[in-house]
C-alpha cells in the first residue's frame, strides 16, 4: 500500500513535497468549506487540510475511520507549537477511505474519562493511545540493549521449556494436564531456575533468556499471572564478575533508552548494614535521613522504657529531620503512631523537637538533662528539627523507623525525582525463621550457598548465618534477586539438613537435578530481572498494566478476551479430567 | 574466579604467556611420569601437560572433573592438526580441583554408543557434546540477526499472553485450570495470531515476536509439544511488503551465521503452478526433473486406459529422467509401484525405457508408434532415459509424480547438497474440503483474505477460489506460512458463511475479535517462521531435539525430568479439578 511518510515525521523542511500518508482519523473540524483532519500513525499526528475541491469526500469520515490520503506539505498559517509537526499541514489532493470504523467506546485522545476495566475490554482501543504505545516501544527498547550487551558479554540465549516439572507442594504452580497421559501433569515455570542450573552443569558457561515466568498468586496490584525476567547464569563466576555485568546491562538500558548517565559501579551494602541505616533491604537512596544506633548514649539510662529494652538485647534507634518539626502536630504523629503499630508492630514511637534551643515532646520529661544534650550533640540539632526514637527489639524498632523513613521522605518530598540510586544489597541472611512451619526455612531457594566463613553456623547459628543471595535495588524498589549457588554435593546436602529435609525428601523434590550435580558441576551464580518493573521505573508508572500488551485485572481476569473461560466437556474427557462437582454445583 | 583465557583460543603467537584455565577433563592418559589432560570449556579444548613436579596432585583426578590450571603456553613437539589448538600446550605450574565427577552414564566425546533415550534423561551431560552447543549457538545467532534486522525495519517486539483463552473444540490446545475461578481454563495459544492482529488494531502497524506456541499432537518425529515461532504482522502491507522484509530477514540470518548469499528476490509460484510442475505445495527445487502434463499428445489415442482418464477429465502426466534406465530393474519398478499406490492413491505408476532408440516398458505396447515419437520428441529422449506416466485424476496424478520426482531425486543423488533455494508459494487455495466434516473448510485460517479476483467464488466456486495464502518454502521444506488477512466485516461474514459458520457461532468462536473488527481495522497480513526447522536447516541436522535445549521424545515425555507426572490431590483440590476415575484406575 503506497505510504511516502510516516505522519510524525514530516517538518518544515518537507515544505512543498508531495507525499502520501496513511492512519487513523484522530479528529475532524470544519471550517466552512474546509475540513481539517488530524491523521495519526504510530510516528504521531499530522495535520490534513481537504479544501472545496476535496471536502465533500471527507464528508462521512468521522473518528478511527482510516484514511490514505496524497498531497502536498506546506507551512501552517498559525503553526501549534505543541505538535511536532505543528509547524506543517498536508493539502490533500486524493483520498481514499481504507476502513470505517463504529464510534469508539473508549476516548483514545484521553483516557481520563473511562474506568481501568472498560479500557482493559477495549484494550486494543487503548493500545492506540501514545503513552502506551510508547511504552511498549521502551520495553522492545530495554530488550533490545539487554541482548546486545549479553550478546557481547558472551551470553546464548537459551529457550527453556515452558512445559516444565510440577514440584510436590509447588503450591504457586500453574497445572497443565496432559492429554497423553492422563493424570499427570506440568507445571508453568515459577521461574527458570533449575533449567539454567543445568545449563551451567552442561558446559553452556554463560547463559541468558529473556525468559517468561508465572506465578499463581493471589491479588497484589503489582503482579500479572505472567511476568517476564531478563534471567542470566554464569559459570566460574563471583559475585563481581555478575555484578559488573549486571552494572554494564543497566548503564546501557539508562543511556540508549533515557540518555541517562549511570555510574561505573553501584553502591554496595551487606543486608545486615541496610537493616540499621535504612530498615529496609530495598532502601530508596534518593534521600538521606539514615537511620542511626543511639543505644551507647543511654548505657546508664534511669528511663525505665530505654533501660528494659536494653537490658533484654533491644535497640533504640533514631531518625533526624531537619527543619520540619512544626509540620507534625500532635495530631499528625498520632497518624504515623498508628501507621506504624498497625504494619510493623512498634510498640511506640517517641519523639524530640528542638525549638529555641529545648527539647520538647514524648521523651522530653523521662529523659535526663544529659541524655538529651548527647541527643543535641549526636546529631547536631538545630531549632525545628525533629528526632523520632524507638526502642524495641533490634528488628521491629529499625523496620519501623525505616517505614517511617520513606512516608516522611515523600510527605516532605525529600525524594529526588530525578535521581536513579542504585544500590547491591549483599550476604542476605540464609534462613528465615518460618513462624507458620515453626522452622528455620531458606531464605532465598535452597540452592543457593551460605557465605564460606558461616558454613558453620549452618547448624548452630542458624539466625546469623549470612548466603550468597543479593540484590539489586533501584529508588526502594527490587529490581533483581540473585545468588551464588552451591556446587559442592556435601555443601547442599547440610544445607537440605539444615532446613530440615532429608536426602529422601530433597530427592523427592529435586532428584533429578541432584543427580545432576554429581557428574562435575561448576562453581556459578546468576540474577533474574524483573523485566516489567524495570519497564515501569524507566517510563514513569506505577501500574504494571501500562507495561504489559494484554494484561489481566488485579483477580487474573482477561477482561478482553474473558478469559479463563468454560470449554467443552468433551476437551476435558480426552484429558481425563473433571471439574469437580462442588465447583459445578457452583458454577 | 581467575581465568586468563578460554581454552579452544590458544595459538602458537601465544607462546611464552602464563595463562590460568578452568574446564572439564576431557581425556586424561600418562606416559611415564608426564600425564596429559585435554580441558574442555565451551570454546574448545586445550592439552595440559603435567610434568613430574605436579603429576602427583593429579593422580586422581578423572574424565569431567573441573580443573583450574595455571601454565606456561608452549609449541607442541608433535603438533595435532586436527585440533584447533593443536600447535600448543599449556605446561601447569599450579593446579587447583575445583570440583569432582562421577562417572559419567554417557561417553561425551562420541555419542555413538548411548540409545537417544539415555542420553535424553542426561540432556546435560549431552549437551557437554560440541555439536549439541553450537547448535544452541547458531539458534542464538539466529535469533539475535533475526531481531536486530526487524528492529531496523521498524518492527517492535510485543510479548502477548501465555495464559489465553480456549476457543470452542479448541482440540489441540493444552489447558490450564483456574484455582480462582474453578471450573475455568485457560488454554497455552497455538500462535499469537489472534494478538497479532489486535495489535494491528490497536495501531502498532509492525509487530513480531520471537513467541512460544503449543500445540497438543499425536506423535510426529519432527515436532514438539512447544515450538518457536518467529511471528511478524505488518499493516498497511501487501505480500511485497512482507515477502521484501523476509528476504531481507533471511538473507542476513544465512549470511550472518553461515556466510551463505542469497539473491536480493525469492523464486516465487503460485500454488496451481507448483502443482503442475512438482506435485507438490512444497518442491525441493535444488534439482530439476519437472512434471510434465503431456495429456495433449493423446488427444486421439485408442489406450483404453489414458482415452478413459482423459474422458474422466483426468491428466497424463510424465517424468523424464536422463540416464538412469538400467538402474530401475522390474523389482525396483514394483517397489516404486508399491510406494505410490500405499501413499499416494495412485492407481497404476506406467514408465518407458529407451534402448538402442526404442522405447519398451510398461506402456510400450498399448501406445501407437507415433505417440511412442511423440513421447520421445517432447523429452528428446537418449537411450537409458526414464520416463514414469501417471494418468489419473489431476492431484493424484501430480501428487504420485511429485512424491516419485523427490525419491528418485535421494535415490540417484540429483540433489546439490550446498544449494539453498527458497520459493514463495502464493494463491494458495482458500477452501479444502474435508472428508471427515463433508464441508469446504478453511484451508488457512477464516481470517485468511481471498484474492480480490476470486471473491465471487467464495459460495460458486469454492474449489477453484485463491486465497492471499502464501508460505516461503527452502530445499523441500515449509519455512514459513502466512496471509493477508481480511480486514472487511463484510467480507469476513461472507467467508464464515462460505465454511458453514453462522455469525452467531462465529461469535461463539472468536467474539471479541470480531467486535474488535469494528472500531477501524487496517489492512495488514503477515507470516509466521519455524526457528526450529530453520534451525535445522541451518545446522545440517534432521532431528528436531538437535535444536531445542530440553527436548521431549515424540510422545511428549521429558525423560530427564520425567514430566508429566502425578501431583498431589490437594493441588487439584485448589484447582477445583480431579482426575477422571476411569485414569485413576488403570494409574
Not at 509547524?87 to 489532493?93: G, P
Not at 546501557?252 to 553501584?266: D, V
Not at 508492630?345 to 538529651?372: D, F, H, M, R, T
Not at 470449554?567 to 481425563?576: F, K, N, P, T, Y
Request: with cysteine; charged share 30%.
Amino acid at each position: 500500500m503506497k505510504r511516502t511518510d510516516h505522519n510524525g515525521t514530516l517538518r518544515l523542511s518537507d515544505a512543498g513535497r508531495t507525499v502520501t500518508l496513511v492512519g487513523w482519523v484522530s479528529k475532524r473540524r470544519s471550517f466552512g468549506s474546509l475540513v481539517f483532519i488530524d491523521l495519526r500513525d504510530r510516528s504521531g499526528i499530522c495535520q490534513i487540510v481537504f479544501d472545496e475541491t476535496i471536502a465533500e469526500q471527507v464528508k462521512d469520515v468521522r473518528s478511527e475511520y482510516i484514511l490514505q490520503v496524497t498531497g502536498t506539505v506546506q507551512a501552517r498559517k498559525d503553526p501549534n507549537p505543541k505538535m511536532a509537526t505543528g509547524e506543517i499541514e498536508v493539502l490533500a489532493s486524493e483520498v481514499n477511505i481504507v476502513n470505517t470504523a463504529e464510534t469508539s467506546p473508549i476516548t483514545i485522545a484521553d483516557d481520563s474519562d473511562t474506568s481501568e476495566d472498560v479500557r482493559l475490554k477495549y484494550r486494543y482501543l487503548d493500545l492506540r493511545r501514545k503513552p502506551l504505545q510508547d511504552n511498549l516501544i521502551l520495553r522492545h527498547r530495554i530488550q533490545m540493549t539487554a541482548r546486545r550487551v549479553l550478546d557481547e558479554e558472551g551470553f546464548v540465549e537459551v529457550s527453556t521449556p515452558i512445559l516444565a516439572r510440577s514440584t510436590p507442594e509447588g503450591a504457586r504452580d500453574y497445572l497443565v494436564p496432559s492429554r497423553i497421559y492422563n493424570g499427570r501433569f506440568w507445571a508453568l515455570p515459577q521461574s527458570p531456575q533449575i533449567y539454567k542450573q543445568l545449563l551451567m552443569i552442561a558446559g553452556m558457561e554463560r547463559y541468558f533468556q529473556i525468559a517468561r515466568c508465572f506465578r499463581d498468586e493471589d491479588l497484589r496490584a503489582d503482579r500479572q499471572p505472567e511476568f517476564t525476567q531478563i534471567d542470566i547464569e554464569m559459570s566460574f563466576a563471583e559475585e563481581d564478575d555478575i555484578f559488573r555485568v549486571v552494572e554494564k546491562l543497566m548503564r546501557a538500558i539508562f543511556l540508549e533508552t533515557k540518555g541517562i548517565e549511570l555510574p561505573e559501579a553501584f553502591q554496595r551494602l551487606t543486608w545486615d548494614e541496610c537493616m540499621r541505616l535504612y530498615g529496609s533491604d530495598k532502601p530508596d537512596l534518593r534521600f538521606g535521613n539514615e537511620i542511626r544506633n543511639i543505644t551507647p548514649l543511654f548505657e546508664q539510662t534511669e528511663f525505665q522504657v530505654f533501660r528494659s529494652v536494653i537490658d533484654n538485647g533491644g535497640e533504640i534507634n533514631a531518625l533526624h529531620f531537619s527543619n520540619i518539626a512544626d509540620q507534625y502536630s500532635r495530631k499528625a504523629l498520632d497518624k504515623l503512631q498508628d501507621f506504624l503499630k498497625s504494619g510493623f508492630k512498634a510498640k511506640a514511637l517517641a519523639y524530640l523537637k528542638q525549638e529555641n534551643g529545648v527539647l520538647s515532646g514524648s521523651i522530653a520529661k523521662p529523659l535526663s538533662e544529659a541524655e538529651k544534650e548527647a541527643i543535641q550533640r549526636e546529631f547536631d540539632l538545630k531549632d525545628n528539627d525533629i528526632v523520632f526514637v524507638i526502642a524495641d527489639k533490634a528488628s521491629i524498632s529499625r523496620t519501623a523507623l525505616g517505614a517511617l523513613r520513606v512516608r516522611i521522605g515523600h510527605e516532605q518530598n525529600l525524594i529526588d525525582r530525578s535521581a536513579y540510586k542504585f544500590l547491591w544489597v549483599t550476604d542476605f541472611p540464609m534462613f528465615e525463621y518460618s513462624e507458620e512451619e515453626q522452622r528455620w526455612v531458606a531464605a532465598h531457594h535452597p540452592f543457593t550457598a551460605p557465605k564460606a566463613e558461616d558454613e558453620d553456623k549452618l547448624f548452630t547459628d542458624q539466625e546469623h548465618c549470612s548466603s550468597r543471595a543479593y540484590d539489586l535495588v533501584l529508588n526502594g524498589y527490587e529490581l533483581l534477586s540473585g545468588s551464588i549457588r552451591i556446587h559442592d554435593q556435601e555443601l547442599q546436602e547440610k544445607v537440605f539438613e539444615a532446613i530440615g529435609l532429608t536426602m529422601e525428601q530433597a530427592k523427592e523434590k529435586f532428584g533429578f537435578f541432584l543427580e545432576a550435580f554429581r557428574y562435575g558441576t561448576p562453581p556459578h551464580g546468576g540474577v533474574g530481572i524483573g523485566l516489567e518493573r524495570l519497564t515501569m521505573v524507566l517510563s514513569g508508572t506505577e501500574n504494571i498494566r501500562d507495561v504489559v500488551a494484554f494484561p489481566t485485572t488485579n483477580s487474573s481476569l482477561d477482561l478482553m478476551s474473558e478469559s479463563p473461560n468454560y470449554v467443552d466437556d468433551a476437551q476435558l474427557e480426552i484429558l481425563g479430567i473433571e471439574v469437580s462437582e462442588s465447583t459445578t454445583e457452583s458454577k
